[in-house]
């Protein structure tokens, strides 16, 4: 799912003591702010769909939709687009934008997916692993629905940004939580977040029997420059998200 709609927010956020991550609880909001943000529409989604490349008739699972944008853009693209997420209120609206013609499920990444083995060619998951404190049993259940070859194109909180924002700053190689709030208008709703080291994040995909073929910190798309100046400085100049490309062997080992 997409990340906080303001560059401030995502890329320097404040730790608070408590924890929540309701989406159905501002699902509307968020979904209404996230839009046409500069961080979400002019940087993350751009990014993901770089990566993708060409998607034309191939499976893919978008886990984490949200209300569906990068759902629709790969739809768009001629990919055959499944949506999950586990907010129900989310997945309404994700219903709203794309019709009838892309399946759509409620289901939790942290739990076995409601998929059957090698069901997908790609998985995508847009700012989604940074909410689990274990990637491990998500990343061999990605592994079982994709195909041999298939690939898991997966952006999180950047590692540096997660660890420079906290006073005194944490052991940057535990897995420690931090949270704080979104505002969303005009209301606060508390979030919590795992940060996770470089070093973890790609251990965790190698250990799950993938390979890394793709690092990025992208810059965003050149039409947030006259949009969003100010954003558009921050996204060009600070580190925010970590995009990676991890790709399955092209024969199933055990």
């Not at 991550?21 to 961080?39: C, L, M, R």
């Not at 997660?162 to 897995?175: E, G, I, N, S, V």
């Not at 925010?240 to 024969?251: A, D, G, H, K």
Request: proline residues 9%; aromatic residues 12%; negative net charge.
């Amino acid at each position: 799912m997409d990340g906080p709609t303001d560059v401030t927010e995502s890329c320097a956020r404040p730790p608070k003591p408590y924890v929540a991550n309701d989406y159905d609880n501002f699902a509307e909001a968020y979904a209404a702010e996230t839009e046409n943000n500069p961080v979400n529409a002019y940087y993350a989604r751009p990014a993901m769909l770089a990566l993708a490349g060409d998607v034309a008739g191939r499976r893919v699972l978008d886990a984490g939709c949200g209300a569906g944008p990068l759902t629709a853009a790969l739809r768009d693209r001629g990919a055959v687009v499944t949506g999950m997420d586990a907010s129900t209120g989310m997945l309404a609206l994700a219903r709203r934008r794309l019709g009838e013609d892309v399946a759509l499920h409620q289901a939790d990444l942290g739990e076995p997916l409601p998929f059957e083995d090698g069901a997908f060619d790609d998985v995508v998951a847009s700012l989604v692993l940074h909410y689990l404190e274990d990637w491990g049993p998500t990343l061999s259940e990605i592994r079982r629905v994709l195909r041999p070859g298939g690939r898991l194109i997966a952006s999180v909180d950047h590692p540096f940004v997660a660890y420079t924002f906290t006073d005194p700053p944490p052991d940057y190689f535990a897995t420690t939580s931090y949270a704080f709030d979104w505002t969303l208008n005009g209301r606060p709703y508390p979030m919590r977040f795992w940060r996770t080291s470089l070093h973890a994040m790609t251990e965790a995909f190698t250990t799950a029997g993938f390979r890394i073929t793709t690092i990025s910190e992208p810059q965003p798309d050149p039409a947030a420059r006259d949009l969003f100046p100010e954003a558009f400085r921050d996204l060009s100049t600070k580190p925010c998200f970590l995009f990676f490309v991890v790709q399955l062997p092209p024969t199933a080992t055990g």
